[in-house]
């Protein structure tokens, strides 16, 4: 089984701190993803990773960056948090390579729930 | 106009009886992905069930199954035998062949949630 996990179920941070988001996934996948979810929004891209060291911007990377230096672990940072970035935050991975990539599956971890005072 | 569209905001069920959940999605390309996630109230998005645009027979995992009309664009799943625990949102999402960086992404449908009556 794909395990994808998350370092913080919740978190709680204040205004203009720095935050990081691990995620680690078990399964040698190629592709990570970040994604934040919001009621009434759904969820959005914020970053992905298509293998180490290489990243590339989704729909709102706004104020976030991303760290990929080892495959199987992928950060997602908040340089100075703002209370417009408390959500839900949702990494992601799936297995990449070659093939159609509309055939693969995203599998997800557990997800964060970042607040922001 | 959006690409996945989850018409039911939510949705009631009487334990072991089935349900439907419509999904319609929106895409010109000739390949694509369509899949099914549970999200229960504890916040993790679960893999349900995966249809591929060139598959001939609908998609079948367990007690959920995807009735998929491509014509039609529409790719509902059906839960069989409805349990206490199927109680959770459901989200239909997309991906599709894009060239560049795009295709990377799954576009997700508003959610249904389902709720399952004793």
């Known amino acids: 089984d794909v395990k994808v996990t998350q370092s913080s179920r919740y978190l709680v941070k204040r205004t203009g701190e720095k935050v990081f988001l691990e995620c680690v996934q078990d399964?040698?996948?190629?592709?990570m993803f970040w994604y934040r979810q919001d009621p009434g929004l759904g969820l959005r891209l914020i970053y992905f990773?298509?293998?180490?060291?290489?990243?590339e911007k989704g729909d709102i990377p706004e104020g976030y960056s991303v760290s990929r230096e080892k495959k199987e672990r992928f950060s997602l940072i908040l340089e100075s948090a703002s209370t417009n970035q408390t959500s839900m935050y949702l990494c992601?991975?799936?297995?990449?390579?070659?093939?159609?990539?509309?055939?693969?599956?995203?599998?997800f971890g557990p997800g964060t729930r970042l607040t922001v005072l | 106009a959006q690409k996945i569209t989850q018409t039911q905001p939510g949705m009631f069920v009487q334990e072991k009886e089935a349900v439907t959940l419509d999904c319609t999605y929106d895409?010109?390309?000739?390949?694509?992905?369509l899949f099914w996630y549970k999200q229960p109230s504890s916040g993790e998005m679960i893999f349900l069930i995966y249809?591929?645009?060139?598959?001939?027979q609908n998609a079948t995992e367990g007690r959920y199954s995807l009735n998929f009309q491509k014509a039609r664009k529409s790719a509902n799943l059906v839960i069989s035998a409805s349990q206490l625990g199927d109680s959770a949102m459901y989200f239909c999402?997309?991906?599709?062949?894009?060239?560049?960086?795009?295709?990377?992404?799954?576009?997700f449908g508003k959610g249904t949630l389902l709720t399952v009556n004793p």
């Open positions: 992601a991975s799936d297995r990449g390579g070659a093939g159609p990539k509309w055939a693969d599956t995203q599998y």
């Open positions: 399964m040698d996948h190629e592709n």
């Open positions: 990773s298509y293998d180490v060291k290489m990243k």
């Open positions: 895409t010109s390309d000739p390949s694509y992905g």
């Open positions: 249809q591929g645009s060139y598959d001939q």
């Open positions: 999402a997309m991906r599709e062949t894009r060239s560049g960086g795009s295709n990377y992404k799954l576009t």
